[in-house]
């Protein structure tokens, strides 16, 4: 079976001066501007509105779609097109990058910053053998970034959102189906990956 599905990243985002981001929110749908305004600080703000315009990129390169999409809450609050149920998208950002995953299957996407691996934080959110694959590697930070985005990613899939069993998020029984694709962008400090379930 074909699979659709394509990635849109948008890592200039910190380009955006902030007259340029209001004008930007000038342009977005009532509801899509209230929803990024409750972000208390421009970066916030820019980032709701860049993610939508991803969206609306990824509809219109994939499904040939120009209208102006609206979302409804699904599952666990998962939003989905209205009117479009077959179709699938995740948005995500960082400080410096916006990203939106759509796709013809549930999917989920994550954009972090490349962050310092403090050992703490890794032994709290990475079963044993994550944790010493971490703290072993000539890039640590890289390396924790990477599983913490492969972790996201999956919880986005499954609509759930960060859980107490962050531990085994990655163990091969609950992947079966799921397919990562992880990309590391060193000189601009992000990693991104991308969770699919594979059609039947």
Known sequence: MLRREILCINDHV??????QTERLLGLLPDWRRQA????????GRRNCAVGYVELLRGLRLLYGIDEKPTFEPGEHGKPFLAGHPDIHFSIS???????????????????ERIRPARESLVRYTMNPQETEAI???????????????????VLKL????????????????????????????????YVVTKAVRLPL
């Open 158 to 189: 499954w609509g759930t959102g960060i859980t107490d069993d962050l531990h085994h998020v990655l163990e091969p029984g609950k992947l079966q189906g799921i397919e990562l694709h992880t990309i590391v962008n060193p000189l601009l400090g």
């Open 135 to 153: 703290l072993a590697d000539s890039f640590p930070d890289i390396a924790f970034t990477r599983l913490w985005t492969q972790k996201e990613a």
């Open 93 to 111: 950002h960082c400080k410096v990058a916006v990203g939106c995953l759509v796709a013809g299957c549930p999917c989920g996407l994550d954009i």
């Open 36 to 43: 990024a305004l409750r972000f208390k600080h421009v970066e």
């Open 14 to 19: 910190s380009d955006l001066s902030e007259a």
